[in-house]
């Protein structure tokens, strides 16, 4: 008998966020950082590409490490829900006469066929796929554990978690609007520039019961197809500490932290890949929504620094700081 909800269709969804493409100068320095020092298994190397996950994501991978001359992300993921969404959302795509490229199977290794699109508004490049390969690790670090696709190394990286991106002021909104209205994603906490009352600063957004499985914000150079940072996900806050305590001991450039976000209230670190300057921010704790009615929380200018640090050193983004540093994005056909 067909299950009831075979009856319906919700039309295309996405799953998740899946896997980041990262350009690196320094490929044997990145891989050093991404494999040794925080414990990525490293799945699989290619051509000028490495392919990595974490402990507990059993697909193939979540992070693609590609040798280029200058630092710059080359796409952001997402795995839909159902293998027709990708033509679904291909479909939108052209409706829209939004720009896109089909990527076949194999252009990431063990991922099958994609889509390649700027995101409007945004100009970051994103890619959505389903098909992936599930992966065995060897058996010199196979765990035991069937819910882990190797043993917890390093500083234990256990997964991908989320992607925060920058856009210009006079676009944000339009981008944040159709990620919610055209790919699915639900607005779980944000906020309006000072003095704006229609222009948002920021906006935190998911399709899981994570409060963001990406976020938006403002740039303040007034850029396009910027990255903040990557988040990757360690077990617990005393992971973060651990983290913050060996990263010190290899001269690993330091960014903010360690400490708590009121937003999404996770404990967090930023620190900079020594083979890019990538942000990644290791990322641990913070709440989850079932609510299917969830009302999004709207956070003000004077409680915005508690959102950005509950507990901790400030986050410092005044003018000229690193913290504003972001990393660009290649454009619709120079993927690599």
């Not at 392919?51 to 795995?79: D, M, W």
């Not at 890619?127 to 010199?140: F, K, M, N, V, W």
């Not at 920021?202 to 019961?209: C, D, F, I």
């Amino acid at each position: 008998m067909a299950a009831l909800s075979d009856r319906f269709d919700p039309g295309p969804r996405i799953a998740q966020c899946g896997t980041i493409n990262l350009g690196t100068p320094d490929i044997e320095k990145s891989l050093g950082f991404f494999r040794d020092t925080l414990g990525m298994e490293e799945v699989a190397r290619v051509g000028q590409s490495s392919y990595l996950r974490g402990y507990q994501e059993l697909k193939h991978h979540s992070l693609v490490l590609t040798q280029r001359e200058r630092s710059e992300v080359l796409a952001f993921s997402f795995r839909v829900q159902r293998p027709q969404d990708v033509e679904l959302f291909a479909e939108e795509l052209r409706i829209q006469e939004i720009e896109y490229l089909e990527l076949p199977a194999e252009t990431e290794v063990g991922r099958g066929t994609a889509i390649r699109f700027l995101l409007p508004g945004g100009d970051h490049p994103f890619e959505l796929y389903y098909d992936i390969a599930q992966t065995r690790a060897p058996e010199a670090i196979s765990s035991r554990l069937p819910s882990n696709s190797s043993r917890r190394r390093g500083l234990g990286i256990r997964r991908i978690d989320h992607f925060n991106v920058q856009t210009e002021p006079g676009t944000i909104n339009f981008a944040e609007q159709w990620m919610r209205e055209t790919l699915g994603f639900k607005r779980r906490e944000f906020l309006y520039l000072p003095n704006s009352e229609n222009t948002l600063l920021g906006s935190w957004l998911s399709v899981t019961p994570q409060v963001h499985d990406i976020a938006i914000v403002a740039n303040a150079q007034e850029k396009r197809g910027q990255m903040h940072h990557v988040a990757f996900n360690l077990e617990n806050y005393a992971d973060v500490l651990t983290a913050a305590d060996v990263l010190r001991d290899h001269n690993v450039a330091w960014g903010v932290g360690p400490g708590k976000h009121g937003l999404g209230q996770a404990m967090y670190l930023y620190i900079h890949d020594p083979g890019s300057d990538h942000r990644v921010e290791l990322y641990a704790g913070g709440y989850f929504i079932f609510d299917p009615d969830w009302e999004a929380i709207e956070w003000t200018p004077d409680n915005y620094a508690d959102g950005t640090t509950w507990y901790g050193e400030r986050v410092d983004i005044s003018p000229g700081s690193r913290g504003r540093d972001t990393t660009p994005t290649a454009d619709l056909h120079s993927r690599g």
